[in-house]
């Protein structure tokens, strides 16, 4: 079955750029029934969307973070990345990767999340 | 925006559990999605179209409702279904919303 897989740097400084990539294993981020998404969770805090990509590399952003992110996608790694600038505190989360379906309107495969903490 | 209440629900395992998601505005029922998410693990899509089981989901948990009302029913509480549980809509700009969670705790 599909499995998502994120990694990236625990810790970053505030200012500086928070970089995280999904690994997708046992399906192709190619499928044309998904979108691949980001969620974050600041600690004791509810869900909140970031954006997806879908694998012609169209986006779409929350517009509450848009000016700050991009989300790309390397269909020859099965891979896609999260980039959001200009970090602050505020930014402190659990980020996760997921697999939205196009046609079921959900995310209906999650990775496990990885948490980052912005700090100097 | 998407209401959950109650904020927290407290029950004993074998009662049923009532959770309700209100929408600012009438939503496709199509679009309406419930997740389960224990602590420390990531959330698991549990309903999607308000009312269809996604794949592994016990029936005992269901789902209904439609335009700005919905509910997340689960019949007999089990041991592992104490947890905090989002409902999810689709729709324009942000395209994901989620409610801010129901935790259901062990009374």
């Known amino acids: 079955q599909v499995q998502l897989q994120e990694s990236g740097p625990g810790l970053v400084k505030p200012s500086e750029t928070l970089s995280l990539t999904c690994t997708v294993s046992?399906?192709?981020?190619?499928?044309?029934?998904?979108?691949w998404s980001w969620i974050r969770q600041p600690p004791g805090k509810g869900l909140e969307w970031i954006g997806y990509i879908y694998y012609s590399g169209s986006t779409n952003y929350n517009p509450s973070l848009k000016s700050r992110v991009t989300i790309s996608v390397d269909t020859s790694k099965n891979q896609f990345s999260l980039k959001l600038s200009s970090v602050t505190a505020a930014d402190t989360a659990v980020y996760y990767c997921?697999?939205?379906?196009?046609?079921?309107?959900?995310?209906?495969?999650w990775g496990k999340g990885t948490s980052v903490t912005v700090s100097s | 925006v998407l209401t959950q209440s109650p904020g927290t629900l407290s029950l004993s395992p074998g009662e049923r559990a009532t959770l309700s998601c209100r929408a600012s505005?009438?939503?496709?029922?199509?679009?309406l999605a419930w997740y389960q998410q224990k602590p420390g693990q990531a959330p698991r899509l549990l309903i999607y179209?308000?009312?269809s089981r996604a794949t592994g989901i016990p029936d005992r948990f269901s789902g209904s409702g439609s335009g700005t009302d919905f509910t997340l029913t689960i019949s007999r509480l089990e041991p592992e279904d104490f947890a905090v549980y989002y409902c999810?809509?689709?729709?324009?700009?942000?395209?994901?919303?989620f409610g801010q969670g129901t935790k259901v705790e062990i009374k």
């Open positions: 997921a697999r939205s379906h196009r046609y079921l309107y959900c995310m209906d495969v």
């Open positions: 179209g308000a009312s």
């Open positions: 046992g399906g192709s981020v190619t499928s044309t029934s998904y979108f």
């Open positions: 505005q009438s939503v496709s029922s199509s679009y």
């Open positions: 999810q809509q689709y729709d324009n700009s942000p395209e994901y919303t």
